[in-house]
């Protein structure tokens, strides 16, 4: 519509301008003679459509302005909202395949309940025109005819949705398979390292049992220490063989550094685990719970509650005792004369 009215105005102005052309020549071969009214009268409407016609225009073009601005401005809230809601609670794929699931699940079944509706109204509508010799009326023909229509829609809609739903749901598919795929190469490799774990669990029982062994024949041994002296080579000078090794010696700064950091874990082991004797004792008694049972927090509370009633009692019964001292009337006096007979 905008263009068309551009276009017209467009044409307007060319023809005003070709009017005016002819008649500023006319003017110029007859510069004495008078422009007639009829000729100023349609120069005048002319200029009014004119005018008319570009109102028209500013008038589209400031609504398509203010159009945009609003769609311009939805689109940007949408944005912004979505924007939040994915860094407050980012959607992922399984999120999203469940949202469509629910909405897919939805639409077939209120479009299930619409076709059996359609199904018992149209089957009404036979029964009745067959065994009743009844003839259904045009409004419900046109109901059935219009519920029919919007049926056709619905199914077009909703396979357009699944069609739409389609491609996500096969990529998540996809990268539920791949991952599916890693946790059970991921369990095997565990499974593996659970079984190499118990092998080398093996080894250092052993380890530890030789170990024992050899702890167990020294102290019978009487304190005597094992000495394993090395077989000593023909060529071996002593201390000159010695430093012509050590200069031969590769230094490795990295297996060093890890040597020093293997030693300083074993220090740490071997100070955590030592303490002395009273220590261990009481740890052994406490922790094999040998502790006297003697009621708990409970207890302690209920007997500390009875020795207070006890002394609020007692201190009670003292100052009444004193009360009824201080409070008793004085004894009357004896008589000391002898009764007449």
């Given at each position: 519509?905008?263009?068309?009215?551009?276009?017209?105005?467009?044409?307007?102005?060319?023809?005003?301008?070709?009017?005016?052309?002819?008649?500023?020549?006319?003017?110029?071969?007859a510069p004495q003679g008078k422009?007639?009214?009829?000729?100023?009268?349609?120069?005048?409407?002319?200029?009014?459509?004119?005018?008319?016609?570009?109102?028209?225009?500013?008038?589209?073009?400031?609504?398509?302005?203010?159009?945009?601005?609003?769609?311009?401005?939805?689109?940007?809230?949408?944005?912004?909202?979505?924007?939040?809601?994915?860094?407050?609670?980012?959607?992922?794929?399984?999120?999203?395949?469940?949202?469509?699931?629910?909405?897919?699940?939805?639409?077939?079944?209120?479009?299930?309940?619409?076709?059996?509706?359609?199904?018992?109204?149209?089957?009404?509508?036979?029964?009745?025109?067959?065994?009743?010799?009844?003839?259904?009326?045009?409004?419900?023909?046109?109901?059935?005819?219009?519920?029919?229509?919007?049926?056709?829609?619905?199914?077009e809609e909703l396979s357009d949705?699944?069609?739409?739903?389609?491609?996500?749901?096969?990529?998540?598919?996809?990268?539920?398979?791949?991952?599916?795929?890693?946790?059970?190469?991921?369990?095997?490799?565990?499974?593996?390292?659970?079984?190499?774990?118990?092998?080398?669990?093996?080894?250092?029982?052993?380890?530890?049992?030789?170990?024992?062994?050899?702890?167990?024949?020294?102290?019978?041994?009487?304190?005597?220490?094992?000495?394993?002296?090395?077989?000593?080579?023909?060529?071996?000078?002593?201390?000159?063989?010695?430093?012509?090794?050590?200069?031969?010696?590769?230094?490795?700064?990295?297996?060093?550094?890890?040597?020093?950091?293997?030693?300083?874990?074993?220090?740490?082991?071997?100070?955590?685990?030592?303490?002395?004797?009273?220590?261990?004792?009481?740890?052994?008694?406490?922790?094999?719970?040998?502790?006297?049972?003697?009621?708990?927090?409970?207890?302690?509370?209920?007997?500390?509650?009875?020795?207070?009633?006890?002394?609020?009692?007692?201190?009670?019964?003292?100052?009444?005792?004193?009360?009824?001292?201080?409070?008793?009337?004085?004894?009357?006096?004896?008589?000391?004369?002898?009764?007449?007979?």
């Open positions: 519509m905008l263009r068309s009215v551009v276009q017209k105005v467009l044409s307007k102005n060319r023809v005003v301008t070709t009017t005016t052309g002819d008649a500023s020549s006319t003017a110029a071969l422009i007639p009214v009829s000729e100023l009268k349609g120069h005048f409407d002319q200029v009014q459509t004119l005018r008319r016609d570009l109102s028209v225009v500013r008038q589209l073009y400031m609504e398509l302005q203010g159009e945009t601005k609003t769609i311009l401005g939805s689109l940007t809230s949408y944005t912004n909202q979505i924007r939040k809601q994915a860094l407050e609670q980012p959607v992922s794929s399984r999120v999203y395949m469940e949202s469509g699931k629910v909405k897919l699940d939805k639409k077939s079944e209120d479009l299930t309940n619409k076709v059996e509706d359609l199904q018992d109204i149209v089957e009404d509508m036979r029964t009745n025109l067959i065994q009743r010799r009844g003839r259904p009326s045009d409004s419900a023909i046109a109901f059935a005819d219009k519920q029919c229509e919007e049926i056709g829609k619905e199914i949705f699944i069609q739409s739903l389609r491609p996500s749901w096969k990529k998540t598919w996809q990268e539920e398979l791949q991952t599916i795929v890693k946790e059970q190469m991921f369990l095997k490799e565990q499974e593996a390292l659970l079984e190499d774990l118990k092998e080398d669990r093996g080894s250092l029982l052993e380890t530890m049992k030789n170990l024992k062994k050899v702890m167990e024949l020294q102290q019978k041994g009487g304190g005597r220490e094992f000495v394993f002296q090395p077989a000593v080579d023909d060529n071996f000078e002593g201390l000159k063989t010695v430093m012509e090794e050590v200069k031969m010696i590769e230094v490795d700064s990295d297996k060093r550094l890890k040597a020093m950091a293997q030693m300083e874990k074993l220090r740490q082991v071997e100070l955590s685990n030592r303490i002395d004797e009273f220590e261990e004792e009481l740890t052994t008694f406490v922790g094999a719970s040998r502790l006297r049972k003697t009621g708990g927090a409970l207890e302690v509370e209920r007997q500390r509650q009875q020795r207070d009633q006890e002394n609020l009692r007692a201190m009670f019964a003292k100052k009444n005792e004193d009360l009824a001292s201080t409070t008793a009337p004085p004894p009357l006096p004896q008589e000391s004369g002898v009764a007449e007979e």
